[in-house]
């Protein structure tokens, strides 16, 4: 019978709620994984990650919207002191997350 050998050292851990969503498709969970195992505060670009995926920026950035749609990924965008978007920061989650955005629509369609 074959065995799993596991690695003891240098991995990265990935909840498995991600795993088993069936609703995220298996490209989408591979670029969670290559962006989980990044240490905190790590700087990327679409355009970085496409490079190191083999995968076109417009790839990356449909996945990235596919995770982000499913509550794994958040986008917070940092502006200027001229009220214009500079930068984006990207928050992952462990499980899907609703955002501040969302989370103020469902409040409002409760009440309506």
Known sequence: ????????????MIGNHILRDP???LKAIGLYCKIAHYPD?????????ADQCC???NTINNILRC????????RISCRGS????IDWDY????EPHISRSEERFS???ETD
């Open 91 to 94: 928050k992952l989650y462990i």
């Open 107 to 109: 409040r409002n369609a």
């Open 1 to 12: 019978m074959a065995k799993l050998i596991k690695p003891k050292r240098d991995f990265t």
């Open 41 to 49: 505060n790590w700087s990327f670009s679409s355009t970085g990650l």
């Open 67 to 74: 995770l982000e749609e499913f509550g794994y990924l958040e």
């Open 23 to 25: 609703r995220i498709p």
């Open 82 to 85: 001229d009220g214009r978007i």
């Open 55 to 57: 995968e076109s920026r």
